[in-house]
C-alpha cells in the first residue's frame, strides 16, 4: 500500500511563504495526490490536487480552491518521489494541519471531498501569526 509522509510546517508571519513535501513511497496505481487542510473544530478542506493520466508522464492536471487559488502551486518531482505544496502570501486563517492524500487508481477531476480519499499521511502543522 502506498505510503505518504508530509513535512515542511512551521510557524511563518502574515504574506509569509512555506513549501510542503509529501513523500510518495510508490506512484504505482496512484493517478491523484490532493492536498487538504484542518484548522481547529473545522472539518477537514481539500485545497488542491494533482492528477495525472500515469506513472511517468509528463501531462498533469492542477486544482485549485478558489480560496487559495493564486497563491499555493502543487507541483511533482519524480526523481524523488515527492509531491509539493508551495505556499505564498499565507494568512492567518491559513493556520491548520496539511495532509496529503490519495485513493489507489482513482484519478480526480478537481479538489476532491476528503471522504473520497483512503489514504491519508501523518499531517504537517502550518501556522500563520498576523
Known amino acids: 500500500q502506498v505510503q505518504l509522509v508530509e513535512s515542511g510546517g512551521g510557524s511563518v508571519q502574515a504574506g509569509g511563504s512555506l513549501r510542503l513535501s509529501c513523500a510518495v513511497s510508490?506512484?504505482?496505481?496512484?493517478?491523484?495526490i490532493s492536498w487538504f487542510r484542518q484548522a481547529p473544530g473545522k472539518e477537514r478542506e481539500g485545497v488542491a490536487a494533482?492528477?495525472?493520466?500515469?506513472?511517468?508522464?509528463?501531462?498533469?492536471?492542477?486544482y485549485y480552491v478558489d480560496t487559495v487559488k493564486g497563491r499555493f502551486t502543487v507541483s511533482r518531482d519524480l526523481a524523488k518521489h515527492t509531491d509539493y505544496l508551495q505556499m505564498h502570501s499565507l494568512k492567518p486563517n491559513d493556520t491548520a494541519m496539511y495532509y496529503c492524500?490519495?485513493?489507489?487508481?482513482?484519478?480526480?477531476?478537481?479538489?476532491?471531498?476528503?471522504?473520497?480519499?483512503?489514504?491519508w499521511g501523518q499531517g504537517t502543522q502550518v501556522t500563520v501569526a498576523s
Open positions: 492524500a490519495t485513493s489507489p487508481r482513482t484519478s480526480c477531476v478537481g479538489v476532491p471531498h476528503r471522504l473520497a480519499v483512503t489514504i
Open positions: 510508490s506512484y504505482d496505481y496512484v493517478n491523484c
Open positions: 494533482l492528477a495525472t493520466d500515469g506513472v511517468r508522464t509528463s501531462y498533469t492536471s492542477k
